[in-house]
């Protein structure tokens, strides 16, 4: 490994039985870099993040952070990552302070700064007047950031984010984001997150789009979006499948269905859209114009859309539910 | 010194939650005491004397001593089932220590909460008509604590393998009852069928009693020209254990079942 690459992926492969969860992927990490995975519930982000810190074991293809290999150098790829789970694993009968106290003593903080860091995260994530209340008593959002806080207490090289706002209200995932962002011009620490909320994945310097164990694309968000090409338009008719037949009869361009409406991909949208108000023979009841989102390469990529693939992948959900439990 | 950390650490959380949580302890001793109160005091009217100078409540006392230890002492168990299914356990494994130390640090846990419960059935003993001496006392809590790393091993080494808090119990259950019902809590184990003799001799918690039992009923006056009470202990091939021995055949499970507990925690998937 280079010495700017924190993460470093070759051939990773992670079977359960005969499924194959974790199909081949291969990937690095800069130092200081956001890096996102972005993909459908069961796509296998949970099972790489899993591996990358210890938790599971490659079936072949080897992984390294920090320059500890993550199979046989368990303890140092630990003492190097922070971790925030997708569920909650907080000791929610403690306090928030014996929380992070228990991860002060399991990490090794010696004695001296112990206190001082244990205030300091507090602080960070501004809970310091809760400091002595149990957990249990806290709202989602201030368990998510207790648990941010809990992650980077061992000032740790890398903090591994796994869905970090997942179930929290918009105002809520704002302001973790704001926490984020701040957190890493400040440390420099590397941020590794796993998301299927599209905006979300925007923060990311870099995404990975996974989808059935593969990473079918690795760009900037930008450049990501560019390979769908100019401007999007959604498109509402009073009958789609009519619509879609007459616009690639008559400018040789395909339109995909995307739940009840059609979406166009043009170069110039603006332009375009007078032509097609004019020349559609079917009734238009809506029509919009928007710059391309990931949601909208992820389509291109694979033909479905984030959220038909998690329907299609009840299974895999399920299976998600056994492995980590009920709650 | 690490290791020795985070044991410590691990045994200290265990603590905390234990002290948070009363009605936890209240619930493991409420079973033993409801035995204690019903048929100590149900049956020892009817039942008469036992031995000389010892009736059925002061029989069964120490062998609620010794129940209220395996019972709580599986809690550990339930404690790790806890810590998987509401995600602390994560935390746990991720962190920078070995599965040995989380798999000891929960055992001690276990076994000291076991102990402490012990000692609330232990203050009832003027209850049953037995007196204990500050020494017996002291003996007892080495025996109690012994048995409880005993029992606690096997329950981290059953949740090292059945994951579901709903499996958890039923198998506790399965685990127990036997356990409790052949030791000799209810009966003298000296004059029963063979096939009982049998399964109460392949019970470890038998010895567990045993000692127990032994070093309760030293404390009771005898009347003269009886030699002992030996006609209550536990015989092995007509040989009737000692505290020794039987302290030797619980801290040799102990140790293998600690060491099985340790290992099977460790292996990761």
Same mark, same amino acid.
């Given at each position: 490994?280079?010495?700017?690459?924190?993460? &470093?992926?070759?051939?990773?492969?992670?079977?359960?039985?005969?499924?194959?969860?974790?199909?081949?992927?291969?990937?690095?990490?800069?130092?200081?870099?956001?890096?996102?995975?972005?993909?459908?519930?069961?796509?296998?982000?949970?099972?790489?993040?899993?591996?990358?810190?210890?938790?599971?074991?490659?079936?072949?293809?080897?992984?390294?952070?920090?320059?500890?290999?993550?199979?046989?150098?368990?303890?140092?790829?630990?003492?190097?990552?922070?971790?925030?789970?997708?569920?909650?694993?907080?000791?929610?009968?403690?306090?928030?302070?014996?929380?992070?106290?228990?991860?002060?003593?399991?990490?090794?903080?010696?004695?001296?700064?112990? $206190? $001082?860091?244990? *205030?300091?995260?507090? $602080?960070?994530?501004?809970?310091?007047?809760?400091?002595?209340?149990?957990?249990?008593?806290?709202?989602?959002?201030?368990?998510?950031?207790?648990?941010?806080?809990?992650?980077?207490?061992?000032?740790?090289?890398?903090?591994?984010?796994?869905?970090?706002?997942?179930?929290?209200?918009?105002?809520?995932?704002?302001?973790?984001?704001?926490?984020?962002?701040?957190?890493?011009?400040?440390?420099?620490?590397?941020?590794?997150?796993?998301?299927?909320?599209? *905006?979300?994945?925007?923060?990311?310097?870099?995404?990975?789009?996974?989808?059935?164990?593969?990473?079918?694309?690795?760009?900037?968000?930008?450049?990501?979006?560019?390979?769908?090409?100019?401007?999007?338009? %959604?498109?509402?008719?009073?009958?789609?499948?009519?619509?879609?037949?007459?616009? &690639?009869?008559?400018?040789?361009?395909?339109?995909?269905?995307?739940?009840?409406?059609?979406?166009?991909?043009?170069? %110039?949208?603006?332009?375009?859209?007078?032509?097609?108000?004019? *020349?559609?023979?079917?009734?238009?009841?809506?029509?919009?114009?928007?710059?391309?989102?990931?949601?909208?390469?992820?389509? $291109?990529?694979?033909?479905?859309?984030?959220?038909?693939?998690?329907?299609? &992948?009840?299974?895999?959900?399920?299976?998600?539910?056994?492995?980590?439990?009920?709650? | 010194?690490?290791?020795?950390? !985070?044991?410590?650490?691990?045994?200290?959380?265990?603590?905390?939650?234990?002290?948070?949580?009363?009605?936890?302890?209240?619930?493991?001793?409420?079973?033993?005491?409801?035995?204690?109160?019903?048929?100590?005091?149900?049956?020892?009217?009817?039942?008469?004397?036992?031995?000389?100078?010892?009736?059925?409540?002061?029989?069964?006392?120490?062998?609620?001593?010794?129940?209220?230890?395996?019972?709580?002492?599986?809690?550990?168990?339930?404690?790790?089932?806890?810590?998987?299914?509401?995600?602390?356990?994560?935390?746990?494994?991720? !962190?920078?220590?070995?599965?040995? !130390?989380?798999?000891?640090?929960?055992?001690?846990?276990?076994?000291?909460?076991?102990?402490?419960?012990?000692?609330?059935?232990?203050?009832?003993?003027?209850?049953?008509?037995?007196?204990?001496?500050?020494?017996?006392?002291?003996?007892?809590?080495?025996?109690?604590?012994?048995?409880?790393?005993?029992?606690?091993?096997?329950?981290?080494?059953?949740?090292?393998?059945?994951?579901?808090?709903?499996?958890?119990?039923?198998?506790?259950?399965?685990?127990?009852?036997?356990?409790?019902?052949?030791?000799?809590?209810?009966?003298?184990?000296?004059?029963?069928?063979?096939?009982? !003799?049998?399964?109460?001799?392949?019970?470890?918690?038998?010895?567990?009693?045993?000692?127990?039992?032994?070093?309760?009923?030293?404390?009771?006056?005898?009347?003269?020209?009886?030699?002992?009470?030996?006609?209550?202990?536990?015989?092995?091939?007509?040989?009737?254990?000692?505290?020794?021995?039987?302290?030797?055949?619980?801290?040799?499970?102990?140790?293998?079942?600690?060491?099985?507990?340790?290992?099977?925690?460790?292996?990761?998937?």
């Amino acid at each position: 490994m280079t010495e700017k690459n924190i993460i &470093s992926v070759e051939h990773l492969v992670r079977k359960y039985g005969k499924f194959t969860a974790v199909d081949d992927i291969s990937f690095q990490v800069g130092a200081g870099e956001i890096f996102g995975f972005l993909g459908p519930n069961g796509a296998g982000k949970s099972t790489t993040i899993s591996i990358l810190c210890t938790l599971l074991k490659p079936s072949s293809g080897k992984a390294t952070v920090n320059g500890f290999d993550v199979a046989r150098q368990q303890h140092q790829v630990r003492q190097s990552i922070g971790l925030v789970f997708q569920d909650p694993s907080l000791d929610d009968q403690l306090t928030a302070q014996e929380n992070l106290h228990f991860h002060a003593m399991v990490y090794n903080i010696p004695g001296s700064v112990r $206190k $001082k860091r244990i *205030d300091e995260a507090l $602080k960070m994530v501004e809970l310091d007047t809760r400091r002595n209340d149990i957990v249990k008593n806290f709202s989602g959002g201030m368990k998510r950031r207790l648990e941010i806080a809990r992650g980077l207490l061992h000032y740790p090289k890398v903090l591994f984010l796994d869905e970090p706002t997942l179930g929290l209200d918009p105002q809520t995932r704002n302001r973790i984001w704001e926490f984020l962002l701040d957190l890493r011009t400040r440390e420099n620490v590397t941020i590794f997150l796993t998301t299927h909320y599209m *905006d979300e994945a925007e923060h990311a310097n870099r995404i990975a789009i996974i989808d059935k164990g593969k990473i079918i694309a690795l760009d900037t968000p930008d450049k990501l979006k560019d390979m769908v090409g100019g401007d999007i338009i %959604n498109l509402k008719t009073v009958d789609d499948k009519k619509a879609a037949d007459e616009i &690639s009869q008559r400018y040789r361009m395909q339109a995909t269905d995307g739940h009840g409406e059609l979406l166009l991909e043009v170069a %110039n949208g603006d332009e375009f859209i007078p032509t097609l108000v004019r *020349d559609l023979n079917t009734r238009i009841i809506s029509i919009s114009l928007r710059r391309p989102t990931l949601e909208d390469v992820f389509l $291109k990529l694979t033909g479905r859309a984030i959220r038909d693939s998690e329907v299609s &992948s009840m299974e895999a959900i399920k299976s998600h539910m056994r492995f980590h439990g009920r709650r | 010194m690490k290791t020795a950390i !985070a044991i410590y650490t691990i045994w200290y959380r265990d603590m905390l939650r234990f002290w948070r949580n009363k009605t936890r302890m209240l619930g493991s001793i409420m079973f033993p005491l409801v035995f204690l109160a019903v048929f100590g005091s149900g049956l020892s009217r009817s039942m008469g004397m036992l031995a000389p100078g010892v009736d059925f409540a002061k029989f069964m006392f120490p062998g609620i001593i010794g129940m209220t230890v395996v019972m709580s002492g599986f809690m550990s168990g339930i404690s790790m089932v806890w810590d998987r299914e509401f995600g602390f356990l994560k935390e746990v494994l991720v !962190a920078p220590i070995s599965r040995v !130390a989380v798999a000891g640090g929960k055992t001690l846990a276990g076994a000291t909460i076991a102990t402490v419960q012990s000692i609330i059935i232990m203050a009832l003993a003027p209850l049953v008509g037995v007196t204990l001496t500050p020494l017996v006392v002291i003996e007892l809590l080495g025996l109690t604590f012994l048995v409880a790393l005993m029992v606690s091993s096997m329950g981290i080494l059953i949740s090292s393998r059945i994951k579901s808090m709903e499996a958890f119990q039923v198998v506790m259950q399965m685990v127990t009852f036997p356990m409790m019902f052949l030791s000799g809590v209810f009966f003298p184990v000296n004059n029963v069928p063979d096939w009982l !003799a049998v399964l109460v001799r392949l019970n470890p918690a038998s010895y567990a009693i045993d000692p127990i039992r032994q070093t309760v009923l030293q404390t009771v006056q005898l009347p003269p020209g009886v030699p002992g009470l030996s006609s209550l202990g536990l015989t092995v091939f007509g040989h009737t254990m000692t505290v020794w021995e039987d302290v030797g055949v619980v801290a040799v499970l102990a140790a293998v079942l600690i060491a099985a507990a340790m290992w099977s925690f460790s292996i990761q998937d």
